[in-house]
């Protein structure tokens, strides 16, 4: 047998294009097909409850206004609009609240970037639930590599840059390009990133919201640029990801495998609504409070002397003590902390504007020491290596840890957890609803591929 010399062999990005057009929804490995079913799901649900808040029904309502109407569905809302303006909208909103998926092998957050683009082109056109999830998968696996690829910077936010590349190739493979035209948008679509600042989400800026959003609009856009004639570099990819944006890319960590793994398998769905690092410690808060039994006996802020948490660079940049809004509470870690024991609880009310507003949560932010280990650090992602320990007035210590967040592929969650986190989140979105209903829904956003038309997700009885 010849083996085809390196001249001759297809480069990375033919690879990419090749697959993203030939491949089927059978080929997709079992587990990696599961766990979209989740992703897709609990995208859903977090867009929904996320075009609740009033800064995304004032923008629907500026939309609706200056922009044409169409068949994408704005979730949650009862409202549909042209597929550009109703992805854009979904993207923001289901980043909103911090519920969205991600995925730390990728670096990112792979599902906000694809899911939205892919549902409103889908919608758009009529296309069924197999095509929509089949594009799903191309457009997250695609997205989830380029970001496995490179060494993310610190300060970079990653919405809104390697997601542009998965939103495309979703929303080429469901409009039937060609190889070349999906090479050629691949790179066109890879040299249209948004440079977001991470600063801001610490910030509680939430224009961090919107970087999804640039997913959204410009993976679909860069569709239409392609179809029209237009060109990209001949590599888009690599100077973004080795030098404009990020460092140390890869080419043949993207295509490793393709096609036998996948890394649409390895993510995550969060069970806590705040930035992913911050759930180590979380995890590691509630090892340390287990012994206490029900949160009713977990001591009060005023019964503690200090806490100090340790944990890996990530988990130590997300040192904001300043909370100015409800938004910022999602990405400090001291805070997180200070408002479980508080709030003797986990649920998103811990993240809310009176949250936000409690002394008491203020209070115990201050007797908190938060410490980078570099042990630790080398560890990540692989590991997220976590330690928290309450000292208490009287003297006693309470110890607790985290390897691996709950969640993550070597420590699952329990299915349970995101049907109960989907009903949680979906009886705030439509309070008339019956859980019965509510589960209901659930059981259909898992079986999308028996919809012979994704315009019929939505409805009186849907999303």
Known sequence: ??????????????????????????????EALKHLRFIVADTLAACAIGNQEPEMRAMRALQ?????????????????????????????????????????????????????AALAVAQQLGKSGEEFLLACALGYEICARIGSACDMRMCLHPHGTYGVVGAAVAVGRLMGLAPAQMREL??????????????????????????????????????????????????????????????????DVVVKDLGKRWLLAEGYIKLYGCGRPIHAAIDALRDAL??????SKWPLGSEIAGIEVRGFKFLAFLNRRDIRNAF????????????????????????????????DIHALVEKLALVEVDDYSALFPQQQVCEVAITLKNGGVLKGRCDIIRGEPANPADPQDY?????????RTWPGRTDAALNALYDRALKLEQLPDMRGLCGPDGF
């Open 1 to 30: 047998m010849n083996t085809p010399s390196a001249q001759n062999r297809p480069d990375y990005l033919d690879q990419l294009a090749e697959f993203a057009c030939s491949a089927q929804l059978a080929d997709v490995a079992p």
């Open 64 to 116: 609706v206004q200056l922009s044409g109407g169409g068949e994408a569905s704005v979730l949650g809302t009862g409202t549909t609009m042209n597929p550009i303006d109703a992805a854009a909208l979904n993207a923001a909103a289901g980043c909103w609240l911090e519920l969205d998926e991600g995925n730390l092998t990728s670096n990112g957050h792979p599902g906000i970037q694809v899911i939205p």
């Open 186 to 251: 691949i790179n066109l679509a890879g040299s249209s990133p948004i440079a977001g600042n991470r600063q801001g989400m610490k910030d509680g800026a939430t224009l961090r919201n919107w970087y999804a959003s640039h997913s959204a609009i410009m993976g679909q856009t860069a569709v239409r640029l392609v179809q029209s004639g237009f060109t990209g570099p001949r590599d888009g990819l690599t100077p973004t990801c080795d030098e404009v944006l990020f460092d140390n890319f890869k080419p």
């Open 290 to 295: 287990a012994p206490l039994g029900e949160s």
């Open 328 to 359: 910022a509470t999602r990405f400090s870690t001291p805070f997180a902390v200070a408002s479980v024991i508080v709030n003797r609880s986990h649920g998103l009310a811990c993240f809310d504007d009176s949250a936000a507003a409690n002394p």
């Open 419 to 427: 049907r109960d986190k989907f009903v949680g989140l979906a009886r």
